[in-house]
């Protein structure tokens, strides 16, 4: 099973900050099979990122992901009132997909 | 985005089975190249893929649940349906379905792109 580690486990940041958030697998994924979601309080997580880099459909260009074979990055150039969320990413190198622990973006 | 809607009971006790169903827009279900599936979430255990379907019968299952978890499909009904088996304080979680698309031109499970709103479910005698 392939393990995700999400870090830090929270970003404190201001309205208009740069977020970089971290994904590491326990082991190379291939071909960039990594997906990123945002999740709301009360909310099912929702799509952002497919594919290590591919933003899903409606989802803002401030939203960024990068990265390839072990470590991932979802970066969010520009932090708006409504990005303060729970982050995380997911591989679907192999036939049983694995979520991160999480990372939590906060107002400071 | 798709809607999906669970609906089940929210309280199951120890030992028993866990049933909770999946209902999307008519016709949905028998669209190709995509599986659907069951995801849950809960504060010890964060998000856990449960299993995902195919239209005519397919299926895969988290090695660690595959023994109590069975999903089952009903195109004529617009439904898809989880059972967990034998379950205990430990399946207490948000229940949710949703789309499980494939790597494009391959068989391979990707990502989730449509959830439903999710439905709570706690063991407790």
């Known amino acids: 099973e392939i393990v995700l580690t999400q870090s830090p486990g929270t970003l404190s940041l201001s309205p208009g900050d740069r977020a970089a958030l971290s994904c590491r697998a326990s082991?190379?994924?291939?071909?960039?099979?990594l997906a990123w979601y945002q999740q709301k309080p009360g909310q099912a997580p929702r799509l952002l990122i497919y594919?290590?880099?591919n933003r899903a459909t409606g989802i803002p260009d401030r939203f960024s992901g990068s990265g390839s074979g072990t470590d991932f990055t979802l970066t969010i150039s520009r932090l708006e009132p409504e990005d303060f969320a729970l982050y995380y990413c997911?591989?679907?190198?192999?036939?049983?997909?694995?979520f991160g622990q999480g990372t939590k973006v906060e107002i400071k | 985005q798709l809607h999906l809607q669970e609906s089940g009971p929210g309280l199951v006790k120890p030992s028993e089975t866990l049933s909770l169903t999946c209902t999307v827009p008519?016709?949905?279900?028998?669209?190709?190249?995509?599986?659907w599936g069951w995801v849950r979430q809960s504060p010890v255990k964060g998000l856990e893929w449960i299993g995902s379907i195919y239209y005519y019968g397919t299926t895969y299952y988290n090695p660690s649940l595959k023994s109590r978890a069975t999903i089952s499909i009903d195109t004529s009904k617009n439904l898809f349906s989880l059972k967990l088996g034998s379950v205990t304080a430990a399946d207490t979680a948000v229940y949710y379905c949703?789309?499980?698309?494939?790597?494009?031109?391959?068989?391979?499970?990707?990502?989730?792109?449509?959830w439903g709103q999710g439905t709570l479910v706690t063991v407790s005698t």
């Open positions: 082991q190379s994924i291939t071909t960039s099979y």
């Open positions: 997911q591989h679907y190198d192999d036939m049983s997909p694995t």
């Open positions: 008519d016709g949905a279900l028998s669209t190709t190249s995509l599986y």
């Open positions: 949703a789309r499980h698309l494939l790597v494009a031109g391959r068989s391979r499970l990707a990502y989730f792109d449509s």
């Open positions: 594919g290590a880099s």
